[in-house]
């Protein structure tokens, strides 16, 4: 009777208490079978999916859904006479101190509201956004994970208080699956749940069809894809952790 009540309130407790929210390791497709290559789990930790992606019947036509990735920010263009918001953000990202380097984010707004508005307020809030965290993870093959805004180390986050509700304060629901993590540079929420996107957020650095239909997605990297692939090829790391600081010193819209 009490383990049923325990995995009943679990998802409630976790959605109240943001620095619980751990995003899952087997998300970024980690694990000891894995790492020692055996069979499909070094396939999936390769970006070609879990079994159900991969054999001569799984076809994946990159050229078909960046065409549909263009037409979804295309979108923009059409909404932009019917608001006044950018659907553009930057990261100004220093490494160790130095001089800080920009990434210029184009954002699915149209598509996508609640979600873009989400990471928009956040990158100009001043006192729990974006400015001042830190890279906290970078996974080889998949890409930077940034945005804790709890805890700065990504066992936490939490939205934005205008996007979230009194049910569920610290974290919004899935909006859709429209862009595909196709290559370097699409931008997605790191939700360690369904319907539990909060701060965090990755930046790829290649295709990782593993993560479609499970983070959302919701932007792309327009400028500064050098300062991405930069960090992610030259910075040491340890167990994913970076050894130096990589820190967001500015953000804002554009």
């Not at 499909?40 to 992606?53: D, E, V």
């Not at 659907?87 to 490494?95: G, H, Q």
């Not at 920009?102 to 990158?123: D, G, K, M, Q, S």
């Not at 295709?207 to 992610?232: C, S, T, Y």
Request: net charge neutral; with cysteine.
């Amino acid at each position: 009777m009490m383990n049923n009540l325990l995995r009943s309130s679990a998802p409630k407790l976790l959605s109240r208490n943001p620095s619980t929210s751990t995003i899952p390791s087997r998300c970024m497709a980690t694990g000891t079978r894995g790492a020692r290559g055996h069979g499909w789990l070094q396939k999936y930790r390769a970006g070609l999916g879990g079994r159900h992606l991969q054999g001569r019947w799984h076809y994946r036509n990159n050229e078909e859904l960046n065409q549909v990735n263009d037409e979804i920010f295309a979108m923009n263009k059409d909404a932009a006479a019917d608001s006044a918001a950018s659907n553009e953000a930057y990261l100004d990202i220093s490494v160790g101190g130095e001089e800080a380097r920009r990434v210029v984010i184009e954002l699915a707004a149209a598509a996508l509201p609640r979600t873009v508005e989400n990471f928009r307020l956040l990158c100009q809030e001043k006192e729990d956004g974006y400015e001042s965290t830190k890279l906290y993870k970078i996974e080889k093959t998949v890409g930077l994970c940034l945005g804790d805004v709890v805890s700065n180390d990504g066992t936490g986050g939490k939205c934005h208080p205008k996007v979230g509700t009194e049910d569920s304060p610290f974290a919004f629901e899935d909006e859709g699956f429209f862009v595909s993590h196709t290559g370097p540079g699409i931008v997605s929420m790191m939700s360690p749940g369904v319907h539990r996107n909060d701060s965090r957020f990755l930046i790829t650095t290649t295709e990782a069809p593993q993560l479609d239909g499970r983070f959302v997605a919701f932007g792309r990297v327009k400028e500064g894809m050098d300062v991405v692939n930069d960090i992610a090829t030259s910075i040491f790391t340890k167990r994913g952790r970076p050894t130096v600081d990589v820190k967001v010193v500015g953000c804002g819209v554009v």
